[in-house]
């Protein structure tokens, strides 16, 4: 059974910082091509970064700079590093596995709950 869950969210001021993790079981870690997404209120859902099994990264220019995300290939482990938060940040925030065949994610977490606000 797969599952990818993810911790860490929670509560801060604006300029504060948290760390994202999403621990995966049931896949090969280290094949897949993991992400970081987010969904606001009303909005849809929005690419925030990935990581290749290379460790290349991407990530939206609007978020460049502030966001870094990263992999633990012995723990099955990505996660995602958020500086400088702002109210906009506010969302649930998701992590994704996706095969390197696949134009899109296979896998899901069930996301965790950032807010920003003073």
């Known amino acids: 059974q797969v599952q990818l869950v993810e911790s860490g969210g929670g509560l801060v001021q604006p300029g504060g910082s948290l760390r994202l993790s999403c621990a995966t079981s049931g896949i090969i870690f280290s094949i897949y091509t993991m992400g970081w997404h987010r969904q606001a209120p009303g909005k849809q859902r929005e690419l925030v970064a990935t990581?290749?099994?290379?460790?290349?990264?991407g990530y939206p220019d609007s978020l460049k700079g502030r966001f870094t995300i990263s992999r633990d290939n012995a723990k099955n482990t990505v996660y995602l590093q958020m500086n400088s938060l702002k109210p906009e940040d506010t969302a649930v925030y998701f992590c994704?596995?996706?095969?390197?065949?696949?134009?899109?994610?296979?896998?899901w977490g069930q996301g965790t709950q950032v807010t920003v606000s003073s």
């Open positions: 990581i290749t099994t290379g460790d290349t990264t």
């Open positions: 994704s596995a996706r095969r390197p065949v696949s134009g899109s994610p296979n896998y």
